[in-house]
């Protein structure tokens, strides 16, 4: 799986994004020095390592595409690396940017640009996936820094990492917490969200906004009818899937189930 050099390369790029899943690896401190024991950085702008056309064994991809000067240097990436993962909500599912999707985003550009003519942008972002091969996704808003050292490590043995996709109602389950959805009322993205936060929000008295992304074999239908129980409107359970997810397809076909009308038109 990895090239036979001394110490197998590795690179993390950044497209769309906010920089907050490359965080991931700076907030690993001293794991990730321990780390450059076992590998060498050959690409990491934000860790002062720039080589971006250097082939690597391993690549992280950050951030969603959304000019045409990413689509041909994610192209670029992919042909130079053994092996490309990508982390975040942005580079899985989209993330906020692919909002523009669901309405005309030149309106947008005319509203906060006063030149909209001058930027080089597509009229829609979509995840690495749309445009490349992608072997390995690791979801979250911002991804796990456990979650990518576990994957690093599995790769250093010549084995594909495993992500977890029990739901963030497990986890809360496992740490005895009361269910939001249930003795608060409130909606609660929990059941068919994958976990890797630590059911984070529900730990805090605060419903599970989904930032992992789809849990395996979300049961959406069931919960966008228990939404609409709670009271919520259609386009309220829309939002509720078409969120920093909203290109999963899981949750791309539940917002589309229950729209009614553009909901991110302003």
Known sequence: MLQDYPKPTLAVYKFTSCDGCQLAFLNAGVAL??????????HFAEAGFVA??????????????STLDEITRIQQIRAQSNYLITIGACATAGGIQALRNFAGSNNWLKDIYATSDTIDSLKTSYPISHYVKVDTELWGCPVNTAQVMVAIRSLLF?????????????DCKRRGRVCILVSQQQSCMGPVTQTGCGSLCPGLNRACYGCYG???NP??????AAFKKLGLSDVDVARQFHHINNQ??????AGNRFKTIPIWVA
């Open 33 to 42: 020095l321990e780390l450059t024991n076992l590998i060498t950085i050959i």
């Open 52 to 65: 971006p056309t250097q082939a690597v064994d391993i690549a992280f991809v950050e951030g969603s595409i």
């Open 158 to 170: 010549n084995a594909a990492p495993q992500v977890k996709r029990d739901s963030v109602c497990m």
């Open 214 to 216: 789809p849990s395996e």
């Open 219 to 224: 049961n959406t239908q069931s919960l966008g």
């Open 248 to 253: 999963a397809p899981a949750f791309h076909q």
